[in-house]
């Protein structure tokens, strides 16, 4: 196929378009010099985090002040919070893997709308710089949680307004990637490739496509309700005005639970797309899967008050939230059953991206299992706004759309970049991320459930021990990330290079050169068959 | 799926009336969210809503609705137009369209100033002191009403070029993808005022 | 996919369209008088309902479209129902 003669492409990076230089990148409309701008920028703005994260464990290694006042850590756990969800884990995935690989994988050249594509791009940008203002500028870096829950949200003398306008101009370029997407899958597959021989990974970020569309208006117009709150004294939210608190919180769950799918959903597409690679065996139960992405999404919808038993609302409401919940996890669980079985019997091949996949789905139990004690409406009493919940949501979201974007990275890498890194480097930067992960988050199910607050700042000498250790874990996690990121980026300009297909993989992207040329495709390809047929004989019964 | 013949200026443009499509569908749920808030405080606060409502002009609320309804009427008469090659017509059309535009953003000015005039505004004093089902319906009034004023002010806008841009031809009998999802961007103002004015004006 | 026909609609349809919207714009103001108690709002949303449906249909072209365009908008406004009524469960229930 002429798509991946050696020799007579021109690799994307080079390409020589419109502009120059730098310009090459800001005004870029290919998906995927986009798709790295948001990985660089991603990779910014997670050490960043991640840094205050490890500040806040350094607080908490031993009682009372240990580096930082009450105010301080407040300030950081908001911050902290804000660009994870925000700036990293709701865009990255869509961003980084949907953008570079969507396209290709439907046999297209591009998104629908290249040049939304790069405005989606630059309203991240402004909405991370607003997140950050908010922490340099007047009243101080916001200490209200990611979260802003009313009454404190609309008091509180920092910045608030900031971190609000931040939070609604990411939201916005969610938006707009997720209708690109839609459109994208809707109007450019490539020809013969009817809906049901759609990879699994672009099922996937349709998915999340729609749920970025219709959830994420809602906390839009909530955001901008808590400004009119703030400045204008609207009474929304304001029980001395007649308004009601709770009705906050309903508003911004509405969105924000749909949010944790936007997270996972295309987290569980990448791992889908490795499992048959890397067990040279079609995925088990193709429909199944498929059919559990789009049930995720549209019961997630419904499932919101789990984050509000407590908060007082009716008894009728927890009741049909905690149903609804236990539902949803449905579908996760048939995901897994079916992971698990397309590498039974598969020739398996333990490469990074593999060894990534199967963890995610180790920790991606244990947070979705803990998830269901936090479901239950009787445990949740005792757990609600324990280090618990924290726990459960760091081995869900890190553990599961962490491990699935690093399991990414290293699948996708020799296709993205043309060069192939350590796998010993990264086997062992795995080994020391992986227990520096459970050591950290582990101890915090156990203290939670012993009674820890969670944004607390101090505690009682009875959870030092199981601090200390989640501390010391931070430091091990720390340095694990740092020996991935730095394999990954030596490996740029050192690397052997990469063959078009170093993992043997059936899907689009596999039949064209490493790195793509700029077009993807001399030739868009005719499909002619199911996503994942491998040439060994008896594995390919497709159900 | 798309086959190489059929890939033309017909799919993409479809293709783009889905993006549009899909635009106006977060717009529904933005303003979704204010009508939630309507909901739960209609249903709480039903008698106090009934008498803030009355403050309300029902006669300038139900001009303003004719006007959206006729300007709905002839911005799709525009787009018949422009299929039609009718070229003035579709400009005059779109005209008529900025026109009552304009009239419905004279009525909120003229009826926003009168509330400011009577201290009916989120914030004051005289707000302050009515009774809460009151003064919620006054901030849902003001934040409805102003973000729907907002998008009133954006179709305008989008109108304006395409007015500049039927009479440049560069929106034409072909090319008309422009107007068509401006027409839709409208038609959602339209839908929006739709639900509005009954909810805020026309409380029994 | 076939190139398909744009489907023109005439002056003449667009102003039947208005001339009924209008209609149910003044019946909707005239029943403002009616005492239909707690079913006012019942009233007045269907009205408004029946309006905006004839604004997406005729209008906005939505009877000319292909099924998939009419599943997406019903699902939409269906989901945004859904959203408030699981809200009331709360409200209705504390």
Known sequence: ????????????????????????????????????????????????????????????????????????????????????????????LPAVFGNFFLPIMIGAKDVAFPKINLFSF??????????????????GAP?????????????????????????????????????????????????????????????????????????TPIIGITLLMVIAERVLHIGFFDPALGGDPVLYQHLFWIYSHPAVYIMILPGMGIVTEIFPTFSQ???????????????????GYFVWGHHMYTAGISYGSRWFFSFLTFVVAIPSAIKVFN??????????????????????????????????????????????????VVAHFHYIIFGGMGFAFFAGIHYWYPKMFGRMYSNRLANIAWGILFTGFNLLYFPLFIIGIQGMP???????????????????????????????????????????????????????????PSPPSHENFDVIPQITGNPYVFENKSQNNQN | MVTPEAYNEHYENETGKLGMWIFLFTELFLFGGLFLVYAVFRTKYSADFHIAARELNAFIGTMNTVFLLVSSMTVAMSITAIQKNQKKLAMFLVLVTLLLAALFMMNKYFEWAHKFEFKLYPGSQVLKNLPQGELLFFGLYFMMTGLHALHVLIGMILLSINFIKIKTGKVNQVHYLLLENSGLYWHLVDLIWIFLFPLLYLIT | MKNEETHITSYSSHAIVLIILLILTTISVSVTGWHFGPFSVLVALIIASIKVRTVITHFMHMKFENLFMKLMITGVFTLFALVIIITFIDYYFR
């Open chain 1, 1 to 92: 196929m002429s798509n991946s003669e050696p020799g007579s492409h021109v690799s994307y990076l080079d390409y020589k378009g419109k502009y120059k230089g730098i310009f090459s990148w800001l005004l870029t409309t290919d998906h995927k010099k986009i798709a790295l701008l948001y990985l660089n920028s991603i990779i910014v703005f997670f050490f960043i985090a991640a840094i205050l994260g490890v500040l806040m464990r350094v607080e908490l290694i031993a009682p009372g002040q240990t580096i930082m006042g009450p105010q301080t850590y407040n300030a950081m756990f908001t911050i902290h919070g804000i660009i994870m969800i925000f700036v990293i884990v709701i865009p990255a």
């Open chain 1, 281 to 299: 065996k079609p995925v088990f139960g193709y429909t199944a899967i498929l059919f559990s992405s789009l049930a995720i999404a549209f019961v």
């Open chain 1, 454 to 512: 969670r944004r607390y700042f101090d505690y009682l000498p009875q959870f030092h021990t199981g601090h200390f250790i989640s501390t010391i874990g931070a430091f091990i996690l720390f340095t694990g990330l740092v020996l991935m990121v730095s394999n990954l980026y030596y490996h740029l300009n050192h690397g052997e290079i990469a063959p078009a297909n170093p993992w043997k993989g059936v899907t689009l992207e596999w039949q064209i």
């Open chain 1, 143 to 215: 200490d209200t949680g990611w979260t802003f829950y009313v009454p404190y949200s609309a008091q509180s003398s920092t910045n608030v307004i900031y971190a609000l306008i931040a939070a609604f101009i990411l939201g916005f370029s969610s938006i707009l990637t997720g209708l690109n997407f839609i459109v994208t899958i809707h109007r450019m597959r490539a020809p013969g490739m009817g809906w049901f021989r759609m990879p699994l990974f672009p099922w996937s970020l349709y998915a999340t496509a729609w749920i970025q569309v219709l959830a």
């Open chain 1, 122 to 139: 630059y309203l991240y940008i402004i909405g991370a710089i607003f997140g950050i203002l908010s922490q340099f500028i007047g009243g």
């Open chain 1, 339 to 388: 992971w698990i079985s397309t590498m039974y019997g598969g020739s398996i091949d333990l490469k990074p991206p593999l060894l990534y996949a199967i963890s995610f789905i180790f920790l991606f139990m244990i947070g979705g299992f803990t998830g269901l004690t936090l479901g239950a409406l009787a445990t949740n009493v005792q757990l609600h706004d324990t280090s618990f």
